[in-house]
Protein backbone atom coordinates (compact mmCIF):
# COMPACT_ATOMS: atom_id res chain seq x y z
CA UNK A 1 0.00 0.00 0.00
CA UNK A 2 0.77 3.14 -0.63
CA UNK A 3 0.33 6.78 1.76
CA UNK A 4 1.37 9.74 0.76
CA UNK A 5 1.83 12.97 3.58
CA UNK A 6 1.65 16.94 2.34
CA UNK A 7 2.63 18.67 4.89
CA UNK A 8 1.56 21.67 3.69
CA UNK A 9 -2.16 24.07 3.94
CA UNK A 10 -4.67 22.23 1.76
CA UNK A 11 -5.86 24.85 -0.65
CA UNK A 12 -2.22 25.62 -1.45
CA UNK A 13 -1.97 22.03 -2.21
CA UNK A 14 -4.83 22.12 -4.46
CA UNK A 15 -3.54 24.83 -6.33
CA UNK A 16 -0.82 23.37 -7.03
CA UNK A 17 -1.67 20.63 -8.18
CA UNK A 18 0.07 18.67 -5.71
CA UNK A 19 -1.95 15.13 -6.23
CA UNK A 20 -1.49 12.99 -8.52
CA UNK A 21 -4.03 10.19 -8.29
CA UNK A 22 -7.36 10.76 -8.74
CA UNK A 23 -9.44 9.87 -5.24
CA UNK A 24 -12.63 7.38 -4.80
CA UNK A 25 -13.29 8.65 -0.94
CA UNK A 26 -12.72 11.92 1.01
CA UNK A 27 -13.14 12.24 4.37
CA UNK A 28 -13.36 16.30 5.70
CA UNK A 29 -13.35 16.73 9.11
CA UNK A 30 -12.00 20.00 9.48
CA UNK A 31 -11.54 22.51 12.26
CA UNK A 32 -14.89 23.89 13.61
CA UNK A 33 -13.93 27.37 13.55
CA UNK A 34 -14.57 27.09 17.37
CA UNK A 35 -11.82 29.52 18.66
CA UNK A 36 -9.48 26.59 18.97
CA UNK A 37 -5.68 26.64 20.04
CA UNK A 38 -4.62 25.56 16.74
CA UNK A 39 -0.11 26.50 15.76
CA UNK A 40 -0.98 27.07 12.05
CA UNK A 41 -4.44 27.52 11.70
CA UNK A 42 -6.65 30.00 12.65
CA UNK A 43 -9.95 28.57 14.28
CA UNK A 44 -11.93 32.26 14.74
CA UNK A 45 -12.50 33.14 10.71
CA UNK A 46 -15.86 35.03 10.27
CA UNK A 47 -18.54 32.95 8.94
CA UNK A 48 -18.19 34.20 5.20
CA UNK A 49 -14.17 33.54 5.47
CA UNK A 50 -14.81 30.22 6.61
CA UNK A 51 -17.05 29.30 4.58
CA UNK A 52 -15.80 30.00 1.59
CA UNK A 53 -12.46 28.26 2.56
CA UNK A 54 -15.17 24.97 2.58
CA UNK A 55 -16.70 25.61 -0.86
CA UNK A 56 -13.08 25.84 -2.47
CA UNK A 57 -12.05 22.59 -0.48
CA UNK A 58 -15.20 20.89 -1.61
CA UNK A 59 -14.46 22.08 -5.14
CA UNK A 60 -11.34 21.00 -5.50
CA UNK A 61 -11.80 17.50 -3.99
CA UNK A 62 -14.87 17.31 -6.25
CA UNK A 63 -12.32 17.88 -9.23
CA UNK A 64 -9.64 15.39 -8.03
CA UNK A 65 -12.51 12.72 -7.31
CA UNK A 66 -13.46 9.77 -9.83
CA UNK A 67 -16.97 9.54 -11.43
CA UNK A 68 -18.99 7.58 -8.85
CA UNK A 69 -16.69 8.54 -6.03
CA UNK A 70 -17.23 9.76 -2.39
CA UNK A 71 -17.21 12.29 0.28
CA UNK A 72 -18.25 12.28 4.07
CA UNK A 73 -18.27 15.50 5.46
CA UNK A 74 -18.36 15.99 9.14
CA UNK A 75 -19.20 19.05 11.10
CA UNK A 76 -21.37 20.34 14.55
CA UNK A 77 -25.04 20.15 13.72
CA UNK A 78 -25.74 23.45 13.73
CA UNK A 79 -23.88 24.05 10.21
CA UNK A 80 -25.79 21.38 8.58
CA UNK A 81 -27.28 23.95 6.61
CA UNK A 82 -24.18 25.47 5.46
CA UNK A 83 -22.61 21.72 4.54
CA UNK A 84 -25.29 21.22 2.42
CA UNK A 85 -25.06 23.96 0.65
CA UNK A 86 -21.40 23.71 0.29
CA UNK A 87 -21.56 20.49 -1.46
CA UNK A 88 -24.83 21.40 -3.45
CA UNK A 89 -22.84 24.30 -4.91
CA UNK A 90 -19.37 22.45 -5.60
CA UNK A 91 -21.49 19.62 -7.78
CA UNK A 92 -21.78 16.69 -5.12
CA UNK A 93 -24.76 14.59 -5.15
CA UNK A 94 -26.15 14.56 -1.71
CA UNK A 95 -27.25 10.93 -0.46
CA UNK A 96 -27.62 10.89 3.32
CA UNK A 97 -27.36 13.07 6.58
CA UNK A 98 -25.68 11.00 9.23
CA UNK A 99 -26.44 11.27 12.30
CA UNK A 100 -23.09 10.39 14.83
CA UNK A 101 -24.56 10.09 18.18
CA UNK A 102 -22.14 10.27 20.80
CA UNK A 103 -22.11 7.78 23.12
CA UNK A 104 -20.50 9.94 26.13
CA UNK A 105 -22.88 12.57 27.85
CA UNK A 106 -24.78 15.62 26.23
CA UNK A 107 -23.42 18.72 26.16
CA UNK A 108 -26.16 21.05 28.10
CA UNK A 109 -27.82 24.18 26.76
CA UNK A 110 -29.77 26.63 28.91
CA UNK A 111 -31.99 27.68 26.50
CA UNK A 112 -32.53 24.65 24.32
CA UNK A 113 -32.13 21.02 24.01
CA UNK A 114 -28.43 19.50 24.72
CA UNK A 115 -26.05 18.49 22.15
CA UNK A 116 -25.67 14.75 21.78
CA UNK A 117 -24.79 14.41 18.13
CA UNK A 118 -22.17 15.40 15.24
CA UNK A 119 -23.45 15.25 11.25
CA UNK A 120 -21.85 13.48 8.60
CA UNK A 121 -23.06 14.64 5.36
CA UNK A 122 -22.61 11.52 2.66
CA UNK A 123 -22.17 12.44 -0.83
CA UNK A 124 -21.22 11.22 -4.40
CA UNK A 125 -19.63 12.60 -7.19
CA UNK A 126 -22.58 11.67 -9.45
CA UNK A 127 -25.72 10.58 -8.63
CA UNK A 128 -24.56 7.24 -7.92
CA UNK A 129 -21.66 5.70 -5.66
CA UNK A 130 -19.80 3.15 -7.97
CA UNK A 131 -18.83 1.85 -4.52
CA UNK A 132 -21.33 1.40 -1.80
CA UNK A 133 -21.26 -1.86 0.37
CA UNK A 134 -24.12 -2.24 2.32
CA UNK A 135 -22.75 -3.56 6.12
CA UNK A 136 -24.48 -5.51 8.34
CA UNK A 137 -23.91 -5.00 12.13
CA UNK A 138 -25.36 -7.30 15.31
CA UNK A 139 -26.52 -4.20 17.99
CA UNK A 140 -27.58 -5.24 21.19
CA UNK A 141 -31.26 -6.34 20.74
CA UNK A 142 -33.82 -3.84 21.95
CA UNK A 143 -35.89 -5.21 25.37
CA UNK A 144 -38.82 -5.45 23.77
CA UNK A 145 -37.55 -7.67 21.24
CA UNK A 146 -38.58 -11.17 21.74
CA UNK A 147 -36.42 -13.36 19.52
CA UNK A 148 -32.52 -13.06 18.12
CA UNK A 149 -31.59 -11.36 14.98
CA UNK A 150 -30.51 -14.22 12.27
CA UNK A 151 -27.86 -12.16 11.18
CA UNK A 152 -27.89 -8.76 12.19
CA UNK A 153 -29.37 -5.86 10.80
CA UNK A 154 -28.45 -3.46 7.70
CA UNK A 155 -26.21 -0.50 8.74
CA UNK A 156 -28.56 3.21 8.88
CA UNK A 157 -27.83 6.54 8.48
CA UNK A 158 -27.84 6.94 12.72
CA UNK A 159 -24.62 5.80 14.32
CA UNK A 160 -24.93 5.29 17.78
CA UNK A 161 -22.42 2.44 18.57
CA UNK A 162 -19.70 4.23 18.01
CA UNK A 163 -17.61 6.05 20.52
CA UNK A 164 -15.67 9.81 20.37
CA UNK A 165 -12.28 9.57 22.44
CA UNK A 166 -13.49 12.00 25.27
CA UNK A 167 -10.94 13.64 27.62
CA UNK A 168 -9.75 11.71 30.85
CA UNK A 169 -9.98 8.25 31.00
CA UNK A 170 -12.33 7.28 28.10
CA UNK A 171 -10.00 8.06 25.69
CA UNK A 172 -8.32 4.82 26.73
CA UNK A 173 -5.57 3.38 25.06
CA UNK A 174 -6.46 4.65 21.58
CA UNK A 175 -5.93 8.32 22.32
CA UNK A 176 -2.34 9.32 21.27
CA UNK A 177 -0.60 10.81 24.36
CA UNK A 178 2.80 13.25 25.16
CA UNK A 179 5.48 11.62 27.10
CA UNK A 180 3.80 13.57 29.90
CA UNK A 181 0.71 11.44 29.80
CA UNK A 182 -1.86 14.17 28.27
CA UNK A 183 -3.61 14.40 24.92
CA UNK A 184 -1.48 14.92 21.53
CA UNK A 185 -4.44 16.05 19.93
CA UNK A 186 -8.03 16.24 22.04
CA UNK A 187 -10.03 16.19 18.39
CA UNK A 188 -8.71 12.77 17.45
CA UNK A 189 -11.30 10.86 15.48
CA UNK A 190 -11.49 7.45 16.62
CA UNK A 191 -10.69 4.42 14.46
CA UNK A 192 -13.87 2.98 14.40
CA UNK A 193 -15.57 5.84 13.08
CA UNK A 194 -13.03 5.77 9.94
CA UNK A 195 -13.19 1.71 9.22
CA UNK A 196 -16.99 1.52 8.83
CA UNK A 197 -16.66 5.07 6.42
CA UNK A 198 -13.89 3.37 4.56
CA UNK A 199 -15.71 -0.21 4.64
CA UNK A 200 -18.58 1.67 2.96
CA UNK A 201 -17.44 3.13 0.35
CA UNK A 202 -14.33 1.70 -0.79
CA UNK A 203 -12.58 -1.25 -2.47
CA UNK A 204 -8.95 -2.45 -1.49
CA UNK A 205 -6.80 -0.48 -3.63
CA UNK A 206 -8.94 2.21 -3.87
CA UNK A 207 -7.46 5.71 -2.98
CA UNK A 208 -8.58 8.10 0.14
CA UNK A 209 -7.66 11.48 0.90
CA UNK A 210 -7.64 13.41 4.58
CA UNK A 211 -7.00 17.18 3.25
CA UNK A 212 -7.43 17.77 7.68
CA UNK A 213 -5.57 14.62 8.11
CA UNK A 214 -5.04 15.51 12.12
CA UNK A 215 -3.55 12.61 13.67
CA UNK A 216 -3.56 10.71 10.63
CA UNK A 217 -6.40 8.21 11.68
CA UNK A 218 -7.99 8.01 7.52
CA UNK A 219 -4.29 6.81 7.00
CA UNK A 220 -3.84 4.58 9.79
CA UNK A 221 -6.97 2.57 9.03
CA UNK A 222 -7.04 2.98 5.23
CA UNK A 223 -3.37 1.59 5.09
CA UNK A 224 -4.33 -1.35 7.29
CA UNK A 225 -7.50 -1.94 5.12
CA UNK A 226 -5.56 -2.02 1.86
CA UNK A 227 -6.09 1.26 0.46
CA UNK A 228 -3.96 3.84 -0.54
CA UNK A 229 -4.08 6.92 0.78
CA UNK A 230 -2.90 10.69 0.94
CA UNK A 231 -2.97 13.27 4.04
CA UNK A 232 -2.72 16.58 3.98
CA UNK A 233 -1.58 18.47 7.64
CA UNK A 234 -0.47 21.67 7.87
CA UNK A 235 1.18 21.05 11.21
CA UNK A 236 4.87 19.56 11.13
CA UNK A 237 4.40 18.23 14.19
CA UNK A 238 1.10 16.30 13.52
CA UNK A 239 2.84 15.25 9.99
CA UNK A 240 5.99 13.62 11.95
CA UNK A 241 3.50 11.70 13.88
CA UNK A 242 0.95 10.23 11.09
CA UNK A 243 4.26 8.85 9.69
CA UNK A 244 5.81 7.00 13.10
CA UNK A 245 1.94 6.02 13.90
CA UNK A 246 1.72 4.08 10.62
CA UNK A 247 5.47 2.58 10.19
CA UNK A 248 4.90 1.46 13.84
CA UNK A 249 1.45 0.66 14.08
CA UNK A 250 0.35 0.50 18.01
CA UNK A 251 -1.74 -2.19 19.42
CA UNK A 252 -4.11 0.38 19.82
CA UNK A 253 -4.74 1.21 16.44
CA UNK A 254 -4.91 -2.30 15.10
CA UNK A 255 -8.20 -2.93 13.73
CA UNK A 256 -8.82 -5.84 13.28
CA UNK A 257 -10.22 -6.42 16.30
CA UNK A 258 -13.45 -4.40 15.04
CA UNK A 259 -13.95 -7.16 12.27
CA UNK A 260 -16.51 -8.87 14.10
CA UNK A 261 -18.39 -6.14 14.25
CA UNK A 262 -19.58 -6.76 10.58
CA UNK A 263 -19.58 -10.76 11.13
CA UNK A 264 -22.88 -10.69 9.39
CA UNK A 265 -21.88 -8.66 6.30
CA UNK A 266 -22.06 -10.68 2.92
CA UNK A 267 -18.45 -11.14 1.85
CA UNK A 268 -17.20 -9.38 4.24
CA UNK A 269 -13.28 -11.01 3.82
CA UNK A 270 -13.15 -9.13 0.33
CA UNK A 271 -14.46 -6.01 1.74
CA UNK A 272 -11.97 -5.81 4.71
CA UNK A 273 -8.94 -7.04 2.74
CA UNK A 274 -8.06 -10.87 2.66
CA UNK A 275 -4.95 -9.68 3.82
CA UNK A 276 -5.61 -8.12 6.72
CA UNK A 277 -8.09 -10.83 8.49
CA UNK A 278 -4.18 -11.42 9.51
CA UNK A 279 -3.41 -8.52 10.56
CA UNK A 280 -0.32 -7.27 8.06
CA UNK A 281 1.96 -5.07 10.18
CA UNK A 282 4.30 -5.54 7.19
CA UNK A 283 5.98 -1.66 6.36
CA UNK A 284 3.84 0.23 3.84
CA UNK A 285 5.60 2.55 0.96
CA UNK A 286 5.24 5.96 2.26
CA UNK A 287 6.39 9.38 1.05
CA UNK A 288 6.24 12.60 4.07
CA UNK A 289 6.40 15.92 1.37
CA UNK A 290 7.13 19.09 3.69
CA UNK A 291 5.93 22.21 2.06
CA UNK A 292 8.77 25.24 1.23
Same mark, same amino acid.
Given at each position: ?6 ? @?????? $? ?6 ? &??? =? ?28 ? %? ?16 ? $? ?7 ? !? ?17 ? *? ?6 ? #???? !? ?6 ? /?? /????? *?????? &?? &? ?6 ? @? !?????? @??? $? ?19 ? /? ?16 ? =?????? +??? %? ?17 ? #? /? ?30 ? +? #???? !? *????? %? ?16 ? *????? +?????
Amino acid at each position: MIYQIIN @NDCLDV $FQNKSINH &RID =LTFLDPPFNQNKEYAYHDDNMSEEHYWTMM %TDVCKSVFDLTNNGGSIY $FMQREKNTE !YVLTCLRKTGWSFQNLIIW *KKKTSAVP #VASK !YGKHYQII /AY /ATKGE *KAKTFN &RL &RIEPPLPP @N !YKYQRE @NGV $FLTDVWDDIRELTSGYFAGDE /AIRTENGERFHKQQTPLA =LLIRII +LCS %TKVDDWILDPFAGTGTTLC #V /AHQLRRNSIGIEIDPSNAELIKKRIDDIREAD +L #VQKY !Y *KDYSC %TENLSDIWGNESETQSKT *KPIQQ +LIFKN
